[in-house]
């Protein structure tokens, strides 16, 4: 007997990598029959491929194909495809000039940071100096560097052009044309001291005070920029503008004579002045009628660009609809509309820029975006709102702004400065205490490297609170772990003078993959006891890249961890991009996919419950997190792993900590040095199951799943 189509959808749910004609060949299993689906499936973890050549008796009842035209290569026939017609994708000045500016800025960044490690400067904000050498002939790093910075300048004022609002200038700290660059921070100190060396080095004092006048002077001018352009806002309603009734609102028209008054004016005696007068009065008029003409038409062309920008943006309803539920689920509808109507100026900008909207599915996986783009005030690289000074980077902002223009949001959201961040990231370090003893571990992974018996003190997490609705056994749990290269590295920590790093200090503590192998451990095997699960639960790595280890249980841990590759960058989007991939192909039947914005869950589409695994800051973190607070179907639960004693990592946990209030579908759990690793595990239980687990529960959880041999920590 043929499998049934319940078989076939069954193994896709467990085995996703997997489409329907895959299912039916591993069912049948070649020239034999699968006795059982768990056959089945075993078939298919020992090797995907070993029937990529089925026999004719199975390409018989192989399923028909799907359109998947336009949608990504992974998305095979199990997806249910969207008809629509084709569309070129939209664009604008923004976007124009960000493609170009995306063609070379991961290149710039790249090469800076090689120079800085170079130079032996850990300040990201430090730029290198060479004290002897002529810009032009000099062939050091730092000059080659400042040349191809040069060279971008065209690029520079057509990003500047694109995003500035009237009245604004363009500068740039080229070498070239400093002089006249108009740039406001030509006078802020240099961090670098007097010249002993070859090579300039950095000074603690005078970066301290190059820091503290760079954050003044950002103060300034995002005030006067956010003034300056409330200023220019329209006077009137630029959506009333052909209304009679409303004509010329708020605008200030020429005050008409009344006939009385031009009686009176009429029986005087005429006389030289009161003729010059009346001559005044009539030029003054007929300039304040042109005045207000000029305004109602530029207000209309205003008009006419916001509702192009828009349709061009939203051609179809189904793109209208995904807007307004993300604007809703953010909390903006209010504010967005607020903008529309009484500051369009500020309003288009933002349109522009892909404010109102999800970020589109194709800027997961780009090596350069606009939310990627570096913001400096120092060197004229500018962000998208008036008050954009102090950001690190286009995503940050965006962050921030949404943040501070939701609904029912809590105060404002600043973003601390980089002082102000580090001297709460060593307050933080200082409140850490000693672990709970009765979570100590005799197989805790530090003790297994080490004869060391104290554990680091720890900072303990906010008392768990529960949001979502606690898991049910429809929801779906999936593991993404970073492995970049500092995942692999011997723990180090910053050695710093005031607020300048001058060199890096080892750490006694086991590296941090070896805290994740074993922290998946106790987490997999505390939730294979809580929902039965003997398949385990899907793996997803991320670096530079994403890739799928697979599902993995208590049995296969060691083995498939070979398969765990480490070094490279940290782009947390590139795996979250995957982990969408995935959990959609398994519920696609109850989502829909959008050319632009990617996978939208329906009513009916099973809850994700994410574990995160961190050792430090992505680069692209700041996506990751705009993207999580329009999403109502995921939760992230996220554990970050730090050196003992680093300022680095409570600055980070600082950080998500301020996520985790804003968003409340994402929680954080951090640990650093030698950590107690059934505490960090029964914290994660708590909020990846959204209910207080009791230590009586989870010391059932905790224990050895059924008829299962104790674990091999050896590696």
């Known amino acids: 007997m043929l499998p049934t189509s319940d078989d076939i959808a069954k193994f896709i749910s467990i085995a996703p990598d997997a489409n329907e004609g895959k299912a039916l060949i591993f069912l049948q299993a070649s020239d034999r029959w699968a006795n059982s689906l768990d056959e089945a499936l075993s078939l298919f973890y020992e ?21 998947t035209e336009g949608l990504p290569p992974s998305y095979e026939s199990q997806i249910n495809p969207v008809s629509r017609p084709h569309r070129e994708p939209h664009t604008n000045v923004v976007s124009q000039a960000g493609d170009i500016r995306a063609r070379d800025e991961q290149d710039m960044q790249n090469m800076l940071q090689n120079i800085q490690r170079i130079y032996q400067i850990y300040n990201s904000d430090i730029e290198p100096e060479h004290e002897n050498g002529d810009y ?237 783009f570096q913001i400096d005030a120092l060197s004229g690289w500018r962000g998208i709102t008036p008050t954009w000074r102090g950001y690190e980077n286009t995503a940050e902002e965006r962050l921030y702004w949404v943040l501070n223009h939701r609904v029912g949001g809590k105060g404002a959201w600043m973003k601390p400065d980089f002082i102000s961040a580090m001297d709460m990231a060593r307050d933080r370090m200082a409140t850490a205490v000693e672990p709970p003893p009765a979570y100590y571990s005799p197989d805790d992974t530090f003790r297994l490297q080490d004869a060391s018996e ?16 606690p898991e049910t056994a429809a929801d779906n749990t999936m593991i993404l772990l970073d492995v970049s290269g500092s995942m692999g590295f011997d723990p180090v920590r910053p050695v710093y003078k005031e607020y300048l790093v001058t060199g890096f200090s080892s750490s006694t503590q086991p590296k941090n993959k070896d805290v994740a192998k074993a922290i998946i451990r106790r987490f997999t095997d505390a939730m294979s006891n809580h929902d039965h699960n003997t398949y385990g639960y899907q793996l997803v790595t991320f670096a530079n890249r994403a890739n799928n280890i697979g599902f993995i249980n208590h049995a296969n841990l060691n083995d498939m961890w070979n398969n765990v590759n480490f070094g490279g960058g940290t782009r947390v989007m590139m795996g979250w991009q995957k982990i969408k991939d995935l959990h959609f192909q398994r519920y696609s ?25 961190l050792d430090g800051e992505a680069t692209d973190m700041d996506e990751f997190e705009l993207d999580l607070l329009g999403l109502s179907w995921v939760h992230v639960t996220i554990f970050l792993i730090g050196v003992d004693g680093c300022p680095h990592h409570h600055r980070h946990a600082n950080e998500l900590q301020r996520i985790s209030q804003a968003n409340p579908h994402v929680s954080f759990v951090e640990a650093q040095g030698k950590t107690p ?35 091999v920590y050896a590696e």
């Open 589 to 613: 039947e109850s989502a829909i996919y959008h050319p632009v914005y990617g996978w939208q869950a329906g009513p009916r589409t099973p809850m994700l419950r994410l574990l995160l695994l």
């Open 47 to 67: 090797n995907p491929d070993q029937y990529s050549h089925p026999p004719a008796k199975c390409n018989q009842d192989k399923a028909p194909e799907t359109d």
């Open 454 to 469: 104290e554990y680091s003190r720890q900072v303990m997490p906010a008392p768990f609170r529960a949001f979502d609705l």
């Open 677 to 711: 690793e059934r505490y960090v595990t029964h914290e994660l239980l708590k909020r990846h199951l959204g209910y207080d687990v009791s230590i009586s529960e989870f010391e059932r959880l905790e224990q050895f799943p059924a008829s299962a041999e104790p674990p």
């Open 136 to 372: 032009v002939t000099c062939n050091c790093e730092a000059h080659q560097y400042k040349r191809k910075k040069a060279k971008r300048v065209g690029v520079q004022n057509m990003w500047s052009k694109a995003v500035m609002y009237p009245g604004e200038k363009a500068y740039h700290d080229s070498y070239q044309t400093l002089v006249f660059s108009n740039n406001p921070y030509n006078r802020i100190s240099t961090p670098y001291g007097l010249a002993n060396y070859v090579m300039r080095r950095p000074d603690p004092a005078r970066y301290t005070l190059s820091v503290r006048q760079t954050i003044a002077l950002n103060a300034r001018l995002n005030m006067k920029a956010q003034t300056a352009v409330n200023a220019m806002e329209p006077q009137c309603n630029i959506w009333k503008l052909d209304d009679p009734a409303v004509s010329g609102q708020g605008i200030a028209l020429p005050r008409q004579v009344d006939e009385k008054t031009a009686g009176n004016i009429a029986t005087d005696k005429p006389s030289k002045l009161s003729t010059f007068k009346r001559a005044l009065s009539k030029r003054s008029a007929d300039k304040s009628v042109g005045k207000a003409d000029r305004m109602v038409e530029r207000a209309r062309e205003l008009r006419d660009a916001i509702l192009k920008e828009e349709n061009g943006r939203w051609p179809d309803s189904e793109s209208r609809e995904i807007v307004a539920v993300y604007q809703e689920r953010v909390g903006m509808t209010q504010k967005i509309a607020e903008l529309r109507t009484q500051y369009p100026l500020e309003y288009l900008h933002l349109l522009r820029a892909g404010y109102f909207e999800p970020i589109p599915v194709d800027w997961a996986t780009r090596v350069s975006n606009p939310l990627k």
